[in-house]
């Protein structure tokens, strides 16, 4: 009887800082039960090794910035049975989208001496953008217990068990006071999308929004609480402008305060 094939794992690179990777690589002990069961197959920051596909589950971080990346994702795409797009990168186009609030020519001629020699796309854009994804994984990096769950899922045929509640929910479970209640701090926790266990809140701080908007978002009413806690038209601009700065509703709400400082 010929032995069964182990599934293939992949891990693609697009224009990112492979903090995504790293999480990948920091799982360690999480990931020993389930290396008896794949095979990586092609991971280039972890092994020069490469198994040709069609591989079974493509992991992918980075967001597309050149029309090569915009060639490559389809030849990824078509490699892979499941396509999963990790990090705030690969969902939102990472914090380079920034350059999709302005003309991206002139980021180009400021910073390189030849500027003819650069080819790049206008905007930075998100995997799901240009293929079909099969799941998406936030955060700026991501969660490595979330990482391992999906993995998990998706050999196992089922929809991976990740939280779609906001990080308010995080603070109410350690147990933390609320910054924005008690201190007056500002904070994104409202809108975002969990993952990062309240990291900032516990310490005092407002949230940042590393894993972007949660699902069904209300950015607007969390502005006006901003206001009221003396955030002007430009902080505004500003909070909703980092690692997920093109991820709906952020994009949208950003944009709306831009037009007000006008």
Request: glycine letters at 8%; aromatic letters at 8%.
């Amino acid at each position: 009887m010929a032995k069964k094939q182990k599934p293939k794992l992949a891990v693609w690179k697009f224009a990112s800082c492979d903090g995504c990777q790293l999480s990948l690589l920091d799982c360690e002990d999480q990931l020993l039960p389930l290396v008896g069961q794949i095979e990586i197959a092609n991971f280039p920051e972890a092994s020069r090794a490469v198994v040709k596909g069609p591989y079974d589950l493509s992991l992918v971080e980075g967001s597309i910035s050149t029309p090569h990346d915009a060639e490559r994702i389809h030849q990824v795409r078509r490699a892979s049975k499941f396509l999963v797009a990790i990090g705030a990168c690969a969902t939102a186009g990472g914090i380079q989208a920034l350059r999709n609030f302005v003309d991206v020519k002139d980021f180009v001629s400021i910073v390189y001496a030849t500027p003819e020699y650069i080819d790049t796309l206008t905007k930075s854009t998100p995997i799901a953008e240009h293929v079909k994804v099969d799941f998406e994984l936030r955060g700026c990096p991501i969660n490595k217990e979330q990482l391992v769950e999906v993995i998990g899922a998706f050999l196992q045929g089922r929809k991976p068990n990740v939280r779609q509640h906001s990080v308010c929910i995080e603070c109410k479970r350690r147990g933390n006071i609320c910054v924005m209640v008690a201190h007056g701090t500002p904070c994104l926790g409202p809108a975002t999308h969990t993952g990062c266990g309240a990291i900032c809140p516990s310490y005092d701080r407002g949230c940042y929004g590393c894993y972007g908007p949660m699902e069904s978002a209300n950015a607007g009413g969390l502005s006006l609480v901003w206001e009221g806690l003396g955030a002007n038209q430009s902080d505004l601009v500003q909070i909703y402008r980092t690692f997920n700065a093109y991820a709906e509703p952020f994009y949208t709400e950003s944009r709306i305060h831009e037009s007000k400082e006008h």
